[in-house]
């Protein structure tokens, strides 16, 4: 271990020893590798008031990233003034270093889990391209206040890349070491929109050294989220999921570096101060959608039967189809060639499934946008058909339309 590290640790050993309970700490340390049962048994061993002591000790004659892997247990289990006086020993991060890398994984998990980021979808796939377009745009805001807007079609992927973006150790570390916090947004009114601001200011002042009172109207909650950005949580990045209304966005535009995720791209046409955005427009490739539908039913790729083709096919590319596929695939392994009909016939309605995801149904996620277009244009949108909903049409009649076609 650096010198530096091991004279932290030194250091502040009797408040460490003093204050920290081992267990959930050991739990850490041991999945990142760092500590071994055998240790843990060792501490466990000995009476309670000096495990932690015998904790430390271990830690001395260790590494450095059995140091870092400490300190970030620390962070993870609560410990934040335990952990700010071993911030300045943490030793320089060395790529190569296979331990490293595991410490550097459970700074970005802690880092994510505090903030409220979600988790990877169970099965998941790399979508590079987009992933670094959006780090790039956030590069950009270069610590100042500013928008960055991911905007695409229901089901594209935009929360899920959002997610991916900020899932990046020197992003964090470089542009944001004031930490992530991920908001919700959905559909609001004016009551909904205030929770949102409530939850949100009691999380970012969880010691309640501003306020022990919640903001009673938005402007309140406006005022008190600027403050609390500006001196509790400098360089933190926010991040709006699922953003419907202009609106909603004013409550926000208050000097913060915010990444947003909205099927509308004009949300922040009312927004000030620097704005870029990244389009969702290409959907998954063939062979990443067969990547979905194999890790689903657990088949290799080569593997899969023919119609897992056609199905990739008239999923155009959309990973929210493909997963409810894949996801009903596996609880129904011989319905191949039923959930190809399905798709083929547009029969939405039946390719349900509760997961993660706001919606069921790919038809659910759809209609909201619909929904959501303005009066005077909402009946565009059925302008050009000429057939009621659900209604069955004889063979003769459509052959009578076609042909004037
Ligand atoms: N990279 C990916 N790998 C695997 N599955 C994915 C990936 N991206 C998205 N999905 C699947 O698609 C679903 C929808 O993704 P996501 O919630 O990101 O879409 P969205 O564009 O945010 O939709 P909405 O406009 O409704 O908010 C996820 O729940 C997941 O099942
Ligand atoms: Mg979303």
Redesign the pocket.
Known sequence: MDTKARNCLLQHREALEKDIKTSYIMDHMISDGVLTILEEEKVKNEPTHQRAAMLIKMILKKDNSSYKSFYYALLHEGYKDLAALLQDGIPDVCSSSGKDSVAIASYVRTVLCEGGVPQ??V?????KKLVSAIQQKLFKLNGEPGWVTIY???????????A?AVRDNSLLEGCFPGGVHWVSIGKQDKSGLLMKLQNLCTRLDQDESFSRRLPLNIEEAKDRLRILMLRKHPRALLIL??VWDPWVLKAFDNQCQILL???DKSVTDSVMGPKYVVP?ESG?GKE?GLE?LSLFVNMKKADLPEQAHSIIKECKG???V???IG?LLRDFPNRWEYYLRQLQNKQFKRIRKS?????EALDE?MS?SVEMLREDIKDYYTDLSIFQKDVKVPTKKLKTYCRSL
Do not use: N
Request: aromatic content about 8%.
């Open positions: 990877r979808p099965v998941f796939v790399t979508r695409g079609m229901a089901g594209c992927g935009k929360s899920v890349l959002a991916e999921d699922d995720t909205t099927r969702v998954l990443k979905i959309s990973p929210l493909v997963s409810l996801a997961s993660s995801y706001d919606y996620a909201i």
